[in-house]
């Protein structure tokens, strides 16, 4: 059973910093791009940051300079540096995976389960 597995999420303070990883496992072929996405509360799934098989990456404005996402491949594992955290960072965060499962088979994206971050004083 393919799954990914998100850890690291918690209550941190303004100005605060936090790491999330997530980790996919089961029978997997091929991972192309991974990401993270964030809910807040009343309001729609929104992009936070994407990275490529081949280590490109992508930002929401929100969080450029701030937010850093790396790989590592070996692990099947994305992570999410989060430094000077606002507020306005409280949600729940979401990992995206595009998996190929077998040979010639089509890409197919997985979420993991969240995990909450709660951004307070």
């Known amino acids: 059973q393919v799954q990914l597995v998100e850890s690291g999420g918690g209550l941190v303070q303004p100005g605060g910093s936090l790491r999330l990883s997530c980790a996919a496992s089961?029978?997997?072929?091929?991972?192309?791009?991974m990401g993270w996405y964030r809910q807040a509360p009343g309001k729609q799934r929104e992009l936070v940051a994407t990275i490529t098989s081949g280590g490109s990456t992508n930002y929401a404005d929100s969080v450029k300079g701030r937010f850093t996402i790396s790989r590592d491949n070996a692990k099947n594992t994305v992570y999410l540096q989060m430094n000077s955290l606002k507020p306005e960072d409280t949600a729940v965060y979401y990992c995206n995976a595009e998996l190929t499962l077998a040979i010639l088979a089509v890409p197919y994206p997985y979420w993991g389960q969240g995990t909450q971050v709660t951004v307070s004083s």
């Open positions: 089961g029978s997997i072929f091929s991972i192309n791009d």
